[in-house]
């Protein structure tokens, strides 16, 4: 690979490879349904995008990129599900346990999650995903609790799985303990913002939510400043700011 820095289609290119789904499961088709509604693939860009500004071989870790999608869209389709927030629809279209059957959004889930380990391979991935992984899960426990901490529940939801994106990039690229530190922190402040922001554009958002958001991006840009060859990951957390979908 040349020293210039694959661009967003190069990544999402590499992606939609890793993510394809061989052999003849009787859950592929719920598999893919999902995996194909619409989502922007923001997490594994993540991770392929700090992998190779540490100077990782991102074709060698696309597969760990793709666990992260895999494991985002399984906590999708577990929210959706009648026992949790009980939503028909997903970005537009009928949500995996509307689409198929409960039973075979829940077995898709499962098995997206298993696949997503074996995909990441990496002990120290792995261990550092699967940490990240049970906030997640906390968070969802939160929400569903009607928790009036909304940051907290913000930090658990949203934060904790663009943690474990970043994180995954930095270690796949051989990142030293305190980039992986760094990554950690950037993925806390770029996920409140992105969820702020989520907010707005759903009508949900605060008055302050706008202010807030871009005071989440300044501090997720100034902690990019130690990050080495940034200049993607800089544009990337720019335009999530000012995005409309």
């Given at each position: 690979?040349?020293?210039?820095?694959?661009?967003?289609?190069?990544?999402?290119?590499?992606?939609?490879?890793?993510?394809?789904?061989?052999?003849?499961?009787?859950?592929?088709?719920?598999?893919?349904?999902?995996?194909?509604?619409?989502?922007?693939?923001?997490?594994?860009?993540?991770?392929?995008?700090?992998?190779?500004?540490?100077?990782?071989?991102?074709?060698?870790?696309?597969?760990?990129?793709?666990?992260?999608e895999l494991l985002h869209t399984s906590t999708l389709i577990q929210d959706?599900?009648p026992c949790m927030d009980d939503d028909d629809m997903r970005r537009g279209?009928?949500?995996?346990?509307?689409?198929?059957?409960?039973?075979?959004?829940?077995?898709?889930?499962?098995?997206?999650?298993?696949?997503?380990?074996?995909?990441?391979?990496?002990?120290?991935?792995?261990?550092?995903?699967?940490?990240?992984?049970?906030?997640?899960?906390?968070?969802?426990?939160?929400?569903?609790?009607?928790?009036?901490?909304?940051?907290?529940?913000?930090?658990?939801?949203?934060?904790?799985?663009?943690?474990?994106?970043?994180?995954?990039?930095?270690?796949?690229?051989?990142?030293?303990?305190?980039?992986?530190?760094?990554?950690?922190?950037?993925?806390?402040?770029?996920?409140?913002?992105?969820?702020?922001?989520?907010?707005?554009?759903?009508?949900?958002?605060?008055?302050?939510?706008?202010?807030?958001?871009?005071?989440?991006?300044?501090?997720?840009?100034?902690?990019?400043?130690?990050?080495?060859?940034?200049?993607?990951?800089?544009?990337?957390?720019?335009?999530?700011?000012?995005?409309?979908?």
């Amino acid at each position: 690979m040349d020293n210039k820095q694959l661009t967003m289609d190069n990544y999402l290119k590499l992606i939609e490879e890793a993510l394809a789904i061989n052999g003849d499961s009787p859950l592929k088709e719920a598999v893919q349904y999902s995996l194909n509604a619409g989502g922007k693939r923001i997490r594994p860009v993540l991770t392929l995008a700090f992998c190779e500004a540490y100077g990782g071989d991102v074709r060698k870790h696309a597969p760990a990129a793709a666990a992260i999608e895999l494991l985002h869209t399984s906590t999708l389709i577990q929210d959706d599900l009648p026992c949790m927030d009980d939503d028909d629809m997903r970005r537009g279209k009928p949500a995996c346990h509307k689409a198929f059957s409960e039973s075979d959004a829940l077995l898709a889930a499962s098995s997206m999650a298993y696949r997503a380990i074996y995909m990441l391979e990496d002990p120290r991935i792995i261990k550092a995903v699967c940490g990240y992984m049970g906030k997640v899960y906390d968070g969802q426990k939160l929400d569903l609790g009607g928790s009036p901490d909304t940051l907290r529940v913000y930090e658990l939801k949203t934060c904790a799985l663009i943690q474990a994106a970043c994180v995954t990039g930095v270690i796949a690229g051989g990142g030293s303990n305190s980039a992986i530190k760094n990554a950690h922190d950037y993925g806390y402040n770029l996920g409140l913002a992105f969820q702020l922001i989520d907010d707005i554009l759903d009508g949900e958002g605060h008055e302050s939510a706008a202010l807030d958001a871009e005071k989440y991006t300044r501090e997720a840009l100034k902690l990019l400043e130690a990050v080495p060859n940034n200049e993607f990951l800089t544009e990337l957390t720019k335009k999530l700011l000012h995005r409309k979908n």
